[in-house]
């Protein structure tokens, strides 16, 4: 039976680790959370040797064994082993080639915790292009592990880091002689006393007890003598790390003179400082940004529009096949109308899912993403918000679902949470069906200049009023959410290069199994009971419409069709969902809705789209139409209320309209949140305020047209 091996692959962050991770793992990975934290814990299956396989552990990329963000942490506990889940038996350690330096501060810290230990060196051929030689035997001597050069990219080096990390996992695994630096110098005595409790400890292991113990899975004796030995030996957390990393400092400046030739600091600049000058340009820079945008917003509606087309139509055809050869019972009912219909709602999403985080981690490959963050930083701070947060909200235009998720890798919890809460407010593809329907109702054909479409204007505001409300609201919330995280928006401008497409698309299938196996649960509960509400309601209410319209039928055979289609909106109007529709009518009556309006709002909470389907329903537009706009337009602009007044006028459109771009109208949004913040509290404040925002707002529209 082969040997099996846990194996943790840490690194800087754009060291390549990922390129390693997916060249290493392939499709034989599984994504989920650490425990206690939003951070991705991707790990996935490796064949290393015919007599060795590894379970790969792809830790969160960090600079230094001192960690400040929440996925520092999960990489430190696994490596300080204290992760109950995780026991690595050896690192891998991506180092980037052209960043050597500032990499060997992590590898030298990875090498004194006695780990057998293997450096992957990446960015060969950058660091040749920036004119930098590295003697590869020279360095492995000085650091005493074994270090391959590797370029996953073009598959360079990657069978011989098999071999490698074959060789260590058969006890061919020296540790260094000594050291990198002199460690128990730094507080003998108190290393020392730690050292009687924990004998297997290297020097630097102590020190980390020492600096952590509080964070880390101890008796509750173990912690008052560790605390008793810092206490005893004066220990000195702040000036112990300080002088360990101007230690490491020295010790790496050594190294370098001796196993590192680099170019003149002084040559011409490189291709990726010119490309700077432009992209992040005062006013060039925001004009490129602005076109990028543009482009990243247009593509996920241009390219998800065919397969989201060719799932619909699956489905529809799918259900068209069940309704015609099932039997007209409740389980069918059930089958088609609950269980096909939610899996519609969650299958529905997935190529925007995968297109949006395909095309953000080309971003991502390309460098441009943290030029991005880097240009918007200045706006965003201003409401409490930092450069990160703007792809999220911007990829929010496309769907808040996967919106949400991307804002992971804002690191500052206070960011990250303001992100969360703001981006359902940007309008995304779903209310787009909501929109059209209600200008085209209420908002007549005009062009100004003879090429502005007065329509078209109208839809370009509803968009800027989602965009300007995400901001003001940030910019409120700040004062409530406290923190006292200090944010520093400290980023590192990652060179230039091509996108990597085999990366990019294990991403997005990687995302969409996300979305699927975790928010489509939660997704489909609430279909079920959307499902229920409208097709069920008091016994004796619903039996009585029933044989009101039997008879109906039996005395008019002739007019069966059409007594079938309002039948079929009696019922709704009388099922659970019906009566609550005619319960909330009161509440909504002062923003111009009726009771038909009451229940699309209930229903379009499994998706905004939805309410053009419950219209459809309610005003008995019949199955042939259901798919013609015009006919269920000319349905709506006839419904009058009792008073014989109109009830699609101006002021009830744009009510509705400012509804919909400001409430949170969607229930797949809300289980995306509790995914990302492990909490009902937030999705619960945040459908709070968007509704009470929504109502204010349109209140006060319906108010100034009415």
Known sequence: MAKKINIALVGNPNSGKSSLFNYLTGLNQQVGNFPGVTVDKKMGQSRISEDLGATIIDLPGTYSLYPKRADEWVAYRVL??????????????????????????????????????????????????????????GLERE????????????????????????????????????????????????????????????NYNAIHYLINHEHFLLGDGMQETIEQIEVDNKFNPTKTQAEEIMQRYGRIKHIM??????????????????????????????????????????????????????????????????????????????????????LSGIVIFIPQIMILFGLITVLEDTGYMARISFLTDKLMRKVGLNGKS????????????????????????????????????????????????????????????????????????????????????????????KSSERSFFILELPTYRAPRWKNALTTMIEKAKIFVFDAGKIIMMISLLLWALSTYGPK????????????????????????????????????????????????????????????????SFAAREVFVGTMATLYSVGEDADENNNTLREKMAAAVRADGSKVYNLATGLSL???????????????????????????AIQLFYMTGL????SWVVYRIFI
């Not at 060789?167 to 730690?194: K, M, T």
């Not at 909504?588 to 009726?594: F, M, S």
């Not at 995914?675 to 999705?683: A, F, I």
């Open 540 to 603: 004796e209410k619903m039996a009585g419409v029933t044989a009101k319209y039997e008879q109906l039928i039996k005395n008019n055979p002739q007019k069966a069709a059409e007594l079938n289609k309002q039948r079929k909106t009696e019922l709704l109007q009388s099922s659970f969902a019906g009566t609550l529709g005619k319960a909330i009518e009161p509440a909504i009556r002062p923003l111009g809705y009726d009771w038909k309006i009451g229940i699309a709002l209930i229903t």
């Open 80 to 137: 300080l082993n204290q992760d109950e889940a995780i026991k690595p038996d050896m690192v891998v350690l991506v180092a980037d080639a052209s960043n050597l330096k500032r990499n060997l501060l992590f590898c030298s810290q990875i090498i004194d915790l006695n780990l057998p230990v293997v450096v992957a060196l990446t960015m060969m051929d950058l660091a040749k292009r920036k004119g930098t030689q590295i003697d590869i035997p």
């Open 390 to 481: 703007v792809m999220p909200m911007i990829s929010g235009f496309a769907c808040a679902v996967p919106a949400i998720m991307s804002a992971r890798n804002i690191e500052n919890k206070k960011e990250r949470l303001l992100t969360i809460m703001i981006t359902p407010l940007m309008s995304c593809s779903a209310r787009l069906p909501v929109y059209t329907i209600l200008i085209a109702l209420v908002i007549p054909s005009k062009l100004y200049f003879g090429f502005l479409s007065l329509q078209g204007l109208v839809m370009m505001g509803l968009y800027l009023l989602g965009t300007v409300m995400a901001l003001v609201v940030a910019w409120v919330m700040k004062w409530f959410i």
């Open 257 to 342: 003179q001796q196993t590192v030739v680099e170019a003149d600091p002084l040559q011409k600049a490189l291709f990726n400082e010119r490309l700077d000058d432009l992209l992040l340009h005062r006013r060039w820079g925001y004009i490129i940004l602005l076109a990028v945008l543009f482009l990243l917003f247009q593509s996920v509606f241009w390219v998800a529009k065919y397969p989201m087309d060719g799932i619909e139509w699956v489905f529809g055809q799918f259900g068209g096949m069940l309704s015609n050869s099932l039997p007209v019972t409740w389980w069918s009912d059930l089958l088609i109308n609950g269980v096909v219909a939610g």
């Open 694 to 697: 929504a109502y204010l707002m």
């Open 657 to 683: 309209l400012i509804f919909y771009v400001l409430a949170m109208q969607c229930m797949s949004t809300l289980a995306v949140v509790k995914r990302e913040t492990r909490s009902w509290k937030w999705p």
């Open 143 to 202: 650091l005493g592990v074994p270090i391959v050069p590797i370029n996953p990219r073009k598959n360079k080096g990657l069978e011989q880091l098999k071999k490698v990390i074959d060789q260590s996992a058969g006890n061919l695994y020296q540790p260094p002689a000594r050291d990198f630096i002199d460690n128990q110098a730094l507080a003998s005595n108190a290393v020392e006393a730690v050292k009687k409790h924990y004998p297997d400890f290297s």
